[in-house]
């Protein structure tokens, strides 16, 4: 039987390929401009031109597809998932790294039918490393199959994880003491690249035995849900019910062991749900 979304997958690649390029551009071309003015316009700059070139190739090849975009709903798009095929994208995962050149940038595409993720693909694009998954058919970086660790002891496992963008107080402290109670378990340490797509991957090639976040949202994780999956590790949400693609919080694991003892330490707080209505 055809592969029906090979195609799409393919095209995928090469258009992460491309914004990829032009990210390591910016990098290289304007880090001058930013110290001398505002980087949070340049950095918006970059996302939008990064977007825009990612939906204008596809709509070429795909033109009754639909996009949720990072960019795009901060202009006002809404985040719905519906049954039609749906891209979803992160143009520039790691904003922050990438004003500061921090070497953890990445170009996040997922692809959805049926409110469900078929494939993803995430391009590390500082490293110039290809991590792909495909539903039912694996999980690759530039090639190689890629296995969650076999690790089941919390004590040797090394934990990933992100301070996010909140700067309430109440939020803040309320990570602080997750990651205190995670840290002494003990474990043997906690991480963090800046990019949860890059975070992902890291579960998925075995690197580190998990990854959680609060306040993520769902172009941050669509690529990486299914690389994580189809590496041999699992998803969750953080009160250990199923994982949900729109509820802004996630435990990746290579188990369901590692999983379900970091759900017992996280401290949940509320983040709204990207699919919510703004009125």
């Excluded at 390029?21 to 939008?48: F, G, H, P, Y």
């Excluded at 709509?59 to 597809?65: A, D, Q, S």
């Excluded at 058919?137 to 919390?154: F, I, N, P, Q, T």
Aim: glycine residues 8%; aromatic residues 6%.
């Amino acid at each position: 039987m055809a592969d029906p979304w090979k195609e799409a997958m393919e095209h995928a690649i090469i258009v992460a390929r491309k914004a990829g390029q032009v990210i390591r551009d910016a990098l290289q071309n304007e880090v001058k401009v930013m110290t001398k003015s505002s980087s949070v316009d340049l950095v918006t700059k970059t996302d939008q031109r990064v977007e825009k070139l990612i939906i204008g190739y596809v709509k070429e090849k795909f033109p009754t597809h639909s996009f949720i975009g990072e960019e795009s709903v901060a202009a006002g798009e809404p985040c719905i998932l519906t049954d039609n095929p749906t891209w979803i994208i992160d143009p520039v995962d790691g904003t922050t790294n990438f004003v500061h050149g921090f070497p953890f940038v990445a170009v996040s595409i997922g692809f959805a039918v049926n409110k469900e993720l078929e494939f993803g693909v995430v391009y590390s694009c500082v490293e110039d490393k290809m991590y792909t998954g495909r539903k039912g058919k694996g999980a690759y970086c530039d090639g190689e199959k890629l296995e969650v660790s076999d690790r089941k002891e919390m004590e040797r496992s090394m934990i990933i994880s992100e301070l996010g963008s909140n700067r309430d107080h109440e939020t803040v402290s309320k990570i602080f003491s997750t990651m205190q109670k995670i840290l002494c378990i003990p474990v043997h340490g906690l991480r963090g690249s800046g990019t949860a797509a890059t975070n992902m991957c890291m579960v998925a090639s075995g690197a580190v035995e998990a990854f959680f976040e609060i306040g993520i949202h769902c172009w941050d994780i669509a690529a990486g849900a299914v690389i994580v999956t189809e590496a041999g590790g699992v998803l969750m949400d953080v009160d250990g019910g199923p994982f949900d693609l729109m509820s802004r919080r996630m435990v990746s694991a290579n188990n369901r062991t590692i999983a379900e003892r970091i759900i017992k330490e996280i401290e949940i707080f509320p983040a709204e749900r990207d699919d919510v209505v703004k009125k």
